[in-house]
């Protein structure tokens, strides 16, 4: 499955060491927003995780840095300052283990695309679509015999 969407939660880097390889490693997990079509009115999201470099580094420059150029990081999150736009290639599996089920997402192709405003902020965001959804409701009849 191949979609585009926005990265719009970026949690901190996790590293470790292979105990098979013995190899270091270095991951970045974030959520991942998509609509599924374009008559989706509400978006899907899913929680990925890129182990490439090269893509760590395209999403490093919307992270918001202090003064000695670290990122922000609070309660276990970067801070973005911008959405950051890309379209991603990904599958599910699922896997047997002491006989119970186990789901996997699998991130097997990212591609930055470019860095958008902050949701709310944008035309045509999902926060904007729930927000008109509402607007379209009326007020019940003061005549309504309703409990509720």
Known sequence: MEFSGRIVRLFKTREGVSARTGNAWKSLPFVFEYHENETDRYADSVLLETFDKDIMGKIAQFVEKDAEGRAVIINGEMRLTKM?????????STRM??????????LYRMEVLTGVEPLGEASGTGAERQTDSFAELKPADA???LPF
């Open 84 to 92: 950051v736009e890309a379209r991603c290639g990904f599958g599910h």
């Open 143 to 145: 005549g309504d015999d």
């Open 97 to 106: 283990y002491d006989s119970r089920c186990y789901n996997d997402v699998r």
